[in-house]
């Protein structure tokens, strides 16, 4: 995948071509720009990146993605869908870890 990259509030940003292939699109989506992004900081040899999932469907495949960034000293940043929902369920007893995991 050729990708054009360009700059969006400090951050590295790129697009992303996915064939219509019904519900797997999203999954599919994410996998391909996580490669994408491993891709970039190996070429570039990013030190200490920081990979920000803004919806994780990839599932099972983000501990594999995790890995590789790890041996750049990497850092994964996940935005779960309805973190919201549960920031303010979990708000008289904040837990990171539940907030992140969910």
Known sequence: MQSTLYEYNDATCFNVDVPNIGPAKAIMYDV??????LKIIRQK???????????CRMGPFINHFKKQLK????????NPDGECEI???TRENPDFMRVCAA
């Open 32 to 37: 391909k720009a996580f490669k994408e992004a």
């Open 45 to 55: 040899k990013i030190a200490h990146p920081i990979v920000y999932v803004l919806a």
């Open 71 to 78: 041996l750049f000293n990497g850092q994964l940043l996940v």
């Open 87 to 89: 920031i303010w369920t």
